[in-house]
């Protein structure tokens, strides 16, 4: 079975040394021709480039008639009551039922 491989790989080799491409030689460009090189002209430099403009932002923070900011946290002692219920939904594929969940807060 060793000698079956071996044999295989030799003849591979073999024949990839056999298909080797004999001759090729880099081409140089004749001596009357040039060799353009792109260099920016006057006209597509630019010159002078300012800087972008930059905007600050500020929110502004609005307190409710209570005076508690954010409005869905009232406050230390605050209790979250949540209600699950199942709901249908119409689909391409057809009809299913999916979970859904509402919740508010309440002063504790």
Sequence with gaps: MVRIGTAALLVAFAGALALRPAGAQAQTAPSGVRVAQATPSAAETPRHVR???RIRVYPTYETGPDGV?????PGPNAVR???ATYV???????TVIVPRMSCFWRPG
Excluded: I
């Design 88 to 94: 249908r939904e119409y689909r391409p594929s057809g």
């Design 69 to 73: 900011y954010p409005r869905y946290n």
């Design 51 to 53: 800087p972008r403009t």
């Design 81 to 83: 009551e949540c209600n």
